[in-house]
């Protein structure tokens, strides 16, 4: 596993322009997983893929730095979800981090996300408490048959399909009004509340639209469950649909009418 921490570590090096006024920094990746129904929520992730037929397969994280696949859960042969949760997550990340920091070229510092520095504001419209607490969160899982030889793809959990097509795009395709899930793992209780605000320009002529995102996100230390739901949408003049307003709450169930998608 220690691979698998490791590869959430990137390094990013400042612009030369920067380096008299920034140290250069070892950012801990923020890595979502998009996830489903959960039964036993401080242990596993449990959930469900309508009419599964490929029998037993692991679900996997994609290692790039030591290009190993990490299994990091399984799905059955009825299609039955379950990703074990490690409540040292972060404590392992960590150590991972150390061991980087030794290798890395003189000079760069070790930085971790936060709570600020993952939600963020360019207008100042946001009021946090313990903004400076670490927050990470589990990889995006592929899933492959036993033997390795075929890719079923990756797994989003949303209530639209739409929706998960233009997670997995990167928003290349057009958005639908719906939610998303992600799980993610904190050191210590934090809050973030308020509404940001941004205009975004669609790229036809000076076509725009102001983008709002309203946060009322309460976590607790370990795991928790983060709601982004689509509210809103824009549609331009070339007829694509992107999302306007999201709405991002801390959830306790995960809500009857979500979706296991392999895309």
């Keep these: ?19 008299k006024k ?12 998009l996830v489903g129904p959960v039964v036993h929520a401080q242990n596993a992730i449990e959930g469900k893929i309508e009419n599964w037929t ?28 379950i990703i074990p949760l490690d409540d040292t997550y972060l404590s392992n ?26 939600f963020s504001c360019s207008d100042e419209g946001l009021v946090y408490e313990n903004a400076e607490v670490i927050l ?34 990167y928003g290349m395709v057009s958005a639908a009004k719906g939610y998303y899930l992600k799980w993610v793992f904190v050191e210590d209780a934090a809050a973030i509340k308020g509404s ?7 790229g036809n002529d000076d076509e725009n639209y102001m983008n ?17 739901e689509i509210t809103e949408t824009f549609t331009s003049k070339e007829g694509k649909i992107t999302p306007s307003k999201t709405e991002i709450t801390k959830i306790d169930e995960v809500p009857a009418d979500v ?4 895309l």
């Design 212 to 228: 709002t995102t309203v946060y009322d996100v309460k976590l607790q230390k370990g795991w928790n469950i983060i709601k982004y």
């Design 22 to 33: 920034l140290k250069n920094s070892i950012v801990i990746a923020i890595i979502f997983f």
């Design 196 to 202: 940001c605000n941004m205009l975004n320009y669609t």
């Design 93 to 118: 990340l960590k150590e991972a981090a150390i061991k980087a920091q030794e290798n890395a070229p003189q000079g760069w510092e070790l930085k971790f996300n936060t709570i600020a520095s993952s």
């Design 54 to 81: 490929h029998g037993e397969v692991p679900l996997l994280f994609n290692d790039y730095i030591s290009k190993v696949k990490i299994t990091m859960g399984n799905i059955n042969a009825d299609g039955k979800v």
């Design 1 to 19: 596993m220690e691979s698998y921490y490791r590869s959430q570590i990137e390094f990013k090096k400042l612009k030369t322009i920067q380096m």
């Design 259 to 262: 979706q296991w998608l392999l």
């Design 136 to 169: 990470s969160g589990l990889p995006d899982l592929e899933v492959l048959s036993e033997d390795g030889s075929t890719s079923y793809g990756y797994l989003y959990c949303t209530n639209s399909l739409q929706l998960s097509s233009w997670l997995q795009l």
